[in-house]
């Protein structure tokens, strides 16, 4: 099993920028990657950046490319986004994920989920 903590959600005016962590723990030799996903009121939770275990591969939705920054502290086992010129349509409870499956933006294909962290964003 892995166990993910996530932090750094809030409320940020449009423009602003957050940083949200997501800490893992747990059995994480079996890991692949780690992604960020997120779920706006009334819609489907959407892929939103992946980071391989090691941290050298990446990729993004294109709603975030080029705002958002995705990273990993190997030492830690802690994931970051870095959200900037953060925009309203960005409010959603954004979720940190772990695949022990393979890297990837499929849903399908994360194994552990955190509990989720509240980003909302004003105009």
């Known amino acids: 099993q892995v166990q993910l903590v996530e932090s750094g959600g809030g409320l940020v005016q449009a423009g602003g920028s957050l940083r949200l962590s997501c800490a893992a723990s747990?059995?994480?030799?079996?890991?692949?990657?780690m992604a960020w996903f997120r779920q706006a009121p009334g819609k489907e939770r959407e892929f939103v950046a992946t980071?391989?275990?090691?941290?050298?591969?990446?990729a993004y939705a294109d709603s975030v490319k080029g705002r958002f920054t995705i990273s990993k502290d190997n030492a830690k086992n802690t994931m970051y986004l870095q959200m900037n010129s953060l925009k309203p349509e960005d409010t959603a409870v954004y979720y940190c994920?772990?695949?022990?499956?393979?890297?990837?933006?499929?849903?399908?294909?994360?194994?552990?989920w955190g509990q989720g962290t509240q980003v909302t964003v004003s105009s």
């Open positions: 747990g059995r994480t030799f079996s890991a692949y990657a």
């Open positions: 994920a772990v695949s022990a499956i393979r890297w990837g933006k499929e849903e399908s294909k994360y194994n552990y």
């Open positions: 980071i391989s275990w090691s941290g050298g591969t990446t």
